[in-house]
């Protein structure tokens, strides 16, 4: 005689359920993590980016459109080579810190194709993972911190609460603890270019002059010109 089925326990059923979700979170975050990695590696392996010597360019084709980049703006120096890429990261310094401070600007070029952007996760990921809280910061930003169940212990959202297409950044702790809070905030530009950028928490700030300082950087290279 073959023994009786046991039932599933409720918790046996939750656990999928939250598994399910996790899956569907990580995909969501596909186009984010391409660029963020890890920090320390990052800066042991950039290139002191955005110096003044503007004038030894090569061309990079993304997304369909060519670029003419300045090599002191690339941020690793494998990628100083002429050609078509699947990714161009890129490294500013900006007067974007409290008081006009600079900051580094980290910028990852990718095809739009391959990036939801961050306003898009506002309402499809982020809306569903917000604690109660209310976070104090910078005036005209919402800060919401994301549920540490959830595994984001220590990670927040900021966004334009009044903006149809609303500036949207997540920070989160540190790779080292002396290193500042770092933000990623993923965007779509030209047809078939989008960007993932990654700074410090500071330059929130700031954040109704990130997009025209960076945007005006990214014209300069062909970004929103004619492909």
Known sequence: MSAPAVPES????????????VIVLVMAFIGLGVAYGIDALSRAHATSGHRGDDSTTLTRTIGG??????????RYDEQRVEGFAKQVDLHFVLPLGPEGAQRDIEVTLLPRSSVRPSS?????????????AQ???PPGLVGKPLKPAEGYRGEAVWYDALS???????CGTPV??????????????????????AFDADVLDNWREFDPQVRGLLSRIGVFGAS
């Open 10 to 21: 409720p918790v046996h059923s939750r656990n999928i359920g939250f598994n399910l979700g």
């Open 65 to 74: 459109r060519a670029l003419e980049i300045p090599l002191s703006w690339l």
């Open 120 to 132: 898009h996760l506002l309402d499809g990921v982020y809306l569903h993972m917000f604690d109660a």
């Open 135 to 137: 976070l104090d910061g």
């Open 164 to 170: 149809v297409d609303p500036f949207v950044a997540k």
């Open 176 to 197: 080292r603890a002396e290193a500042p809070s770092r933000c990623l905030r993923a965007v779509h530009l030209a047809p078939g270019i989008a960007a993932i950028y």
